[in-house]
């Protein structure tokens, strides 16, 4: 459970606010009473969760910068002078990361030293997340999930980037916060779903893109299972671990993963399945792209979680599925998706 009277008030810097995560997270703290400064690009152009849900009103301080120019980010966190810092900006795309691996590794990996670095230039922050993903292990197609210990590594320039990015975390962990008053984590979570999601070349903005303008949803990889989950769960898991980092500070000082229930690790195909159920869409199998390899088989053991943090996923997928559907048929009917986005935090609150 998460305490909302711990959030009253303190002062949280989050990087890649603008983004779909950094988005649902700001709302749901800004219901908290928190007091919210944010460092990241732009909204991406069009249809995007910032600007559909008004989270700029949620800031007291928006800065419009990229996270590989140091002395922005320098400057802008020293001036919000934190509590807590949360590390979300990145170059999070797969297939672009064949496209643009330079910007990527650029991104991905300076860009948490840029951050980590801007950390020894504030005095009040005490708890320190870094954000990376599921993909950071060195896949092997298991048939169990990966636990934090396990080899990192990566197939693709992303997924090797963030690996990286772990490495990097745990470094400065040792070499500069081990004693000091900075507990610093990374966390881990799997595929999350959720409304105001329109990244390209991801499954479910695809579908829905695919379902509004009535055309048949393309599938490149039916038979390739992942650990989905709604967003509002790994937030909760980010959330609940930067409390505990926060109040109990170096004994929680490590990374973390923040899965759903086995039963969530399903296949693409069955996803899609549950949401043209749900939406009256369709969908054909298209031939794969051989060039531009993809895991087949990826989840995560969270025991850890479950046992020292006391977080549980508390959404089935097919509720999870349903969660996100509603939230862009709402879109479609020209609701008001502030208040919609916060009726689904609400809610979920009500189930943890």
Known sequence: MIDKNFWHGKKVFITGHTGFKGSWLSLWLFEFGAQLYGYSLKPPAGENLFDCAAVEKCYKSSYINDINDFKSLKNAMAESDPDIVIHMAAQPLVRRSYDDPIYTYQTNVLGTVNFLESIKSCNNIKAALIITTDKCYENNEWCWGYRENDRLGG??????????????????????????????????????????????????????????????????????????????????????????????????????????????????????????????????????????????????????????????????????????????????????????????????????
């Open 155 to 352: 197939y693709d320039p992303y997924s090797s980037s963030k690996a990286c990015a772990e490495l990097v975390t745990s470094a400065y962990r040792q070499s500069f916060f081990g004693r000091t008053n900075v507990a610093l984590a990374s966390a881990r979570a799997g595929n999350v779903i959720g409304g105001g999601d329109w990244a390209k070349d991801r499954l479910i903005p695809d579908c829905f893109k695919a379902i509004s303008e009535k055309r048949c949803i393309k599938i490149r990889s039916p038979k390739a299972i992942r650990p989905w989950q709604h967003v509002l769960e790994a937030l909760h898991g980010y959330l609940s671990l930067l409390e505990y980092l926060y109040s109990d500070g170096q004994q929680f000082a490590e990374s973390w993963n923040f899965g759903p229930n086995d039963e969530s690790a399903v296949e693409v195909r069955t996803v899609i399945d549950m949401l043209c159920d749900k939406l009256d869409g369709t969908y054909e199998i298209c031939a794969s792209d051989n060039s531009r390899h993809e895991a087949g088989y990826l989840k995560l053991d969270c025991s850890k979680a479950h046992s020292r943090l006391k977080w549980q996923p508390v959404l089935t997928l097919d509720k999870a599925v349903e969660c996100t559907a509603l939230w862009y048929e709402s879109y479609l009917r020209g609701d008001n998706m502030h208040k919609l986005t916060l009726k689904q935090i609400e809610t979920y609150m009500k189930m943890i």
